[in-house]
């Protein structure tokens, strides 16, 4: 399989978890592997400007750094739709690689099938 979904449910309140994420979604983008973040809960924070601005755990990379870099790879972010509605997020500040869809379209993307992980 050369697709990859990792499901993130891990905000900045997680700073393990949601880098651990980021860490395998860039080490698939290395390994020639299309990579889609579909975040879901708190992670929806890190598909918006500054969201992932101060996280970092201790001795990784910053979240940010990781961020840019899973975008500056073609990485694409989905954003669960009820989950940013029901934090009141400002939908004028997504990043550039990310949108706000839901099952129907994770379905879509993932057509014959992908390799997933969760955090």
């Known amino acids: 399989m050369n697709k990859v979904v990792v499901n993130l449910t891990a ?3 997680d700073e393990e978890a949601s880098t651990i994420a980021y860490l395998v979604a860039t080490a698939a983008q290395d390994a020639g592997k299309e990579t889609l973040f579909f975040m879901t ?3 929806v924070r890190f598909g918006f400007d500054g969201g992932a601005d101060g996280v ?3 001795g990784r990379p910053s979240l940010a750094a ?3 870099q899973f975008a500056d790879n ?3 972010i989905y954003l669960c739709p009820v989950c940013v509605r029901s934090r009141d997020l400002d939908e004028t500040t997504l990043l550039s690689n990310a949108a706000v869809l839901g099952g129907a ?3 879509e993307w993932v057509g014959d099938g992908a390799t997933t992980f969760t955090y």
């Open 41 to 43: 809960k708190e992670a």
């Open 66 to 68: 990781l961020s840019q």
């Open 11 to 13: 905000g900045p309140e």
């Open 74 to 76: 073609g990485g694409t």
């Open 105 to 107: 379209a994770l379905w």
């Open 56 to 58: 970092q755990d201790e």
